[in-house]
């Protein structure tokens, strides 16, 4: 018990002697990363510890820098650059930078005026399954045009690396997917930016062998997204 708590102590005190420095700091920059990109998994009650305050982030500063290093969080999956999505919550090369950098440099608290708003959790509804999707599972070639929204990956091996892609008829190839080490946090949907038109005889490719890709259709005019094998 007596050796705890002078470990604590010494804990305590090292963390007050830290070295600062950088200018950025948690109430200005990092919190509103965060809150943009972590919160809907890391609050009370969360699927993951909170870290939505100073307190409850800086124990964690170390094992952030390290997590963000490595790609690993927040657990997007999707490979930026190829394919542009609208739900894409991987951070931006500057949000990482922002966030080694304010490790590195002492992961200073700074001025409580200039804490952003806390986050909406109460909006944050987590995916779940698509009712309507045609099931992909190797490579196909359309039969019909649809206007894709968006994919979904089931049953993906752990640790695949692939890219999916759609070559148009003039032979114009359109990317739409690529992940790197499919871990199952990956499993939910990536909707495009923007809805997609692929022509009759569009030939989908790179679904890897196991893996189960639905392309989720878009629904213009309010009407249903249809579901049916004329794929």
């Not at 002697?17 to 609050?43: F, K, L, N, P």
């Not at 500057?94 to 608290?109: F, R, T």
């Not at 109460?122 to 399954?129: F, Q, V």
């Not at 049953?155 to 997917?177: H, K, N, R, W, Y």
Request: proline share 9%; charged share 20%; net charge neutral.
């Amino acid at each position: 018990m007596k050796r705890a708590l002078v470990m604590g102590m010494f804990l305590a005190s090292a963390r007050c002697h830290d070295i600062i420095t950088t200018t950025i700091t948690w109430d200005r920059e990092i919190s509103r990363i965060v809150y943009a990109r972590c919160a809907g998994c890391h609050h009370a009650g969360g699927s993951a510890f909170p870290l939505l305050t100073y307190s409850e982030a800086r124990p964690w500063a170390v094992a952030i820098k390290e997590e963000v290093e490595e790609r690993r969080m927040p657990p997007w999956g999707a490979v930026k650059g190829f394919g542009d999505f609208r739900n894409d919550q991987a951070l931006t090369p500057e949000q990482m930078e922002l966030i080694v950098n304010w490790v590195s440099g002492g992961a200073p608290e700074g001025d409580a005026k200039n804490l952003p708003p806390g986050p909406q959790l109460a909006n944050a509804a987590p995916a779940g399954r698509p009712r309507r999707g045609f099931r992909v599972t190797a490579e196909i070639t359309l039969r019909a045009p649809i206007l894709l929204d968006g994919l979904w990956l089931e049953g993906t091996p752990e640790g695949a690396s692939f890219q999916v892609t759609a070559e148009l008829p003039d032979g114009a190839i359109e990317p739409l997917l690529w992940i790197y080490e499919y871990q199952p946090r990956f499993a939910h949907p990536f909707l495009l930016r923007a809805p997609l038109r692929l022509s009759r005889g569009t030939v989908i490719r790179g679904v890897p062998a196991g893996a189960v890709l639905l392309l989720l259709e878009a629904n213009p005019g309010g009407l249903p997204a249809r579901q049916s094998a004329r794929y």
